[in-house]
């Protein structure tokens, strides 16, 4: 080879490098160069976030699912507000929409555990059926109806690039065009690696390429242990089969009994109950009152970056939440409040008629008062520590 060829090559290849970059989004993410978007893919990230497609103006998908917040809230809020004047509660906590792709609609699996499905309710039966919902919800980015959406969207400064997608009379057929414009959110959320980048420090160490401390280690083995922590039964932490590395969540369901939030006005009525799965909308569940209180059990990945736990953001720190685990039984006046005859109100965001159905079988939680917890204090240490190294970017 000539030099001047070889120099030649070594541009090229530098050009092409640079090309995948940038090819990708515009997101921090070190896998970023792994694909270019296709262009739906594109041009659902600008949807996303497009604040221009809400009846206020100031609010779009990545307003409650902060890519720098690891598509989490960006905040501490119980809820977030939305409608037309910002001025409206959410109903839960704003979920990280990362590790997603993989998931199903919901089902009942093999042995009828309740599995799959989006929303902390699996009411959704895919990212796109999900997408549908926050462009109309009154709380949420509150358009009065799909033909308001697609006439905001017809004015956004995409819009050419969506009509020479989908045709240039799309804007004409709202409905045809809300569900390309759905899609095209789906395909950016299964596409773009920032939503799945795969970039923990304990990612690093399942690819052999990054040690855990001590504290990190003795915390993956509390989490894992069915007599200690017990985390991972609900939270599986090793690879499968295929290598695929782990999510941190199997898609089921769990009522754990997380006290009622007095952060959320809804809970200002003694008669309202957010019961999760038996109370979702479409009413299919309706008859499963042992499924009332159940929630989706969400990724624990990147759950350090997150300032609020739970559905209803009941928690706003990892040790609180992990101290209600292992002490909701043993020390249950703690987080419950009295009842007038000073006995403890426990289960209190759910009405007594359901308590029964709460998690009491399987350790953390199978403990009575005046047990030992199945963590001391320094044990939920070690446990956040390894919870710390399931963050995405990991920087040696
Ligand atoms: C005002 C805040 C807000 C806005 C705006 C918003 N979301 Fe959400 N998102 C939430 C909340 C809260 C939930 C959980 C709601 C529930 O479970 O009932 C959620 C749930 C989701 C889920 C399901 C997560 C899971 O684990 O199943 C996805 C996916 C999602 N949102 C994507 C989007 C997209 C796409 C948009 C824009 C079209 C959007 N969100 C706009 C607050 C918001
Ligand atoms: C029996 C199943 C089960 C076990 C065991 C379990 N979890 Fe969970 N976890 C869930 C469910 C279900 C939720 C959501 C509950 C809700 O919001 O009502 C959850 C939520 C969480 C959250 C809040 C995350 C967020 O984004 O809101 C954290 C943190 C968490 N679990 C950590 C742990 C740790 C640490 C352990 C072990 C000590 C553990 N879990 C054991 C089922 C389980």
Redesign the pocket.
């Known amino acids: 080879m000539t030099g001047k060829a070889f120099q030649w090559i070594f541009a090229a290849a530098i050009v092409a490098m640079l090309q995948a970059c940038g090819g990708g989004s515009s997101s921090s993410s070190a896998d970023a160069r792994e694909s270019p978007l296709s262009a739906q893919a594109t041009l659902g990230k600008k949807i996303f976030e497009d604040v221009s497609l809400s009846a206020s103006g100031r609010q779009s998908c990545a307003s409650c699912h902060d890519a720098a917040s690891a598509h989490?809230a960006p905040n501490d809020l119980a809820a977030q507000f939305g409608g037309a004047l910002l001025d409206q509660q959410g109903e839960r906590?704003s979920?990280?929409i990362r590790y997603l792709s993989t998931n199903s609609a919901f089902h009942f699996d093999a042995e009828g555990t309740p599995t799959g499905g989006f929303f902390?309710d699996g009411r959704a039966t895919s990212l796109q059926d999900q997408a549908a919902r926050p462009f109309v919800g009154a709380r949420e980015m509150a358009n009065t109806s799909v033909a308001d959406v697609i006439d905001k969207l017809s004015r956004a400064s995409y819009a050419a690039e969506f009509q020479r997608l989908f045709g240039t009379d799309i804007f004409n057929r709202p409905d045809d065009a809300f569900a390309r414009l759905t899609l095209a959110l789906q395909q950016f959320q299964r596409e773009d690696p920032a939503l799945r980048p795969f970039s923990s420090k304990f990612d690093e160490f399942l690819r052999g390429k990054a040690g855990l401390t001590e504290q990190e280690t003795r915390g993956l083995a509390?989490?894992n242990r069915a007599d200690?922590?017990?985390?991972?039964?609900?939270?599986p932490s090793s690879k499968a089969s295929d290598g695929s590395h782990p999510l941190f969540?199997d898609f089921?369901?769990?009522?754990?009994?997380?006290p009622r939030n007095t952060e959320l006005a809804q809970n200002a009525d003694p008669a309202f109950f957010d019961l999760?799965l038996c109370a979702r909308e479409g009413g299919d569940l309706a008859a499963r009152t042992d499924l009332c209180?159940?929630?989706?059990?969400?990724?624990?990945r990147n759950?350090a970056v997150?300032r609020?736990?739970?559905?209803?953001?009941?928690?706003k720190s990892?040790k609180e939440?992990?101290t209600f685990?292992?002490q909701r039984d043993t020390n249950p006046e703690k987080w419950y409040p009295l009842n007038a005859d000073g006995t403890v109100d426990k289960f209190d965001d759910l009405p007594p008629a359901h308590r029964a159905s709460v998690?009491t079988s399987?350790?953390?939680?199978n403990r009575g008062p005046g047990d030992t917890p199945?963590?001391s204090d320094a044990e939920?240490d070690d446990?956040?520590a390894f919870?710390k190294t399931l963050s995405d970017g990991y920087a040696p």
């Open positions: 989490a906590s979920p990280s902390w509390l989490f200690k922590g017990n985390c991972a039964a609900c939270h969540t089921s369901y769990d009522n754990l009994g997380v999760g209180g159940a929630f989706k059990v969400p990724s624990l759950v997150r609020v736990y739970f559905h209803n953001g009941r928690f990892l939440a992990l685990y292992v998690n399987e350790a953390p939680y199945a963590l939920i446990v956040i919870l």
